[in-house]
């Protein structure tokens, strides 16, 4: 069966430690994966979208990396801050290369940073 | 533009009523997505619209739920007879057609409870 999964639930850190987040595919080939930043109540925020034929995305303090190979990609957050806690939603377009096709997200990974 | 408009943000309502969100998308955005969200889950696709097209539905939108958009600006989302697995957060998104990466941007939701 295809599905998305996100390596944990919650993932607990301290403050300064990179937070390193796990999305796992299974039976999709993406042409890209995207992630994005969900806070309580609301609606998700647009991160980084990473292309198939792409290693590695950064911006700023984040860092996509995607292995077509492995069918993963994974989502680090250096120097993390408190204001970093929030879900973490990664999501990508189950037919490749159809542009417009609606994405499908994993659960996510509710990530909480204490100071 | 202040982004994606969603109304209401809150609808309570008892079990066999009908509800109708809207969702204002970003006026130069060509496609709406309807999403689902309950606790602890991603969001989850429901349809979307090209224009004023429905170019695609999940095989999750029973016959209960129907989705417009007339005029290809704004969008509604009618459930009919609703049933307590209805409550959930209804998330609207838009997105570019042409020169896009594919980001969605999402509304605040509408959260529904059913009694």
């Known amino acids: 069966s295809q599905k998305i999964e996100q390596n944990s639930e919650a993932l607990n850190i301290q403050e300064g430690k990179t937070a390193t987040l796990t999305c796992n595919y299974t039976?999709?080939?993406?042409?890209?994966l995207q992630w994005y930043r969900q806070d309580p109540g609301r609606g998700p925020v647009f991160l980084l979208l990473i292309r198939e034929n792409e290693k590695e995305k950064r911006k700023e303090r984040l860092k996509v990396t995607f292995d077509t190979t492995l069918k993963q990609s994974l989502f680090h957050i250096t120097a993390s801050q408190p204001a970093d806690s929030a879900t973490y939603l990664c999501?990508?377009?189950?037919?490749?290369?159809?542009?417009?096709?609606?994405?499908?997200f994993g659960k996510g990974t509710t990530l909480s940073v204490s100071s | 533009d202040t982004g994606v408009s969603q109304n209401p943000r809150h609808k309570i309502t008892k079990r066999g009523q009908n509800v109708t969100f809207r969702c204002d998308p970003i006026?130069?955005?060509?496609?709406l997505y309807w999403y689902r969200q309950t606790l602890g889950q991603g969001p989850e696709f429901l349809t979307y619209?090209?224009?004023?097209?429905?170019?695609?539905k999940s095989r999750l939108l029973s016959d209960r739920f129907s989705a417009e958009r007339p005029k290809g600006s704004f969008s509604t989302l009618e459930i009919q007879r609703t049933e307590q697995g209805d409550s959930a957060m209804y998330l609207c998104a838009s997105s570019l057609v042409a020169g896009s990466n594919g980001e969605l941007f999402f509304g605040e939701g509408s959260r529904l409870t059913v009694l």
């Open positions: 999501a990508l377009d189950p037919f490749a290369n159809q542009a417009g096709t609606a994405l499908i």
């Open positions: 006026s130069e955005h060509n496609r």
């Open positions: 039976n999709y080939s993406p042409a890209y």
């Open positions: 619209f090209q224009n004023e097209a429905q170019l695609e």
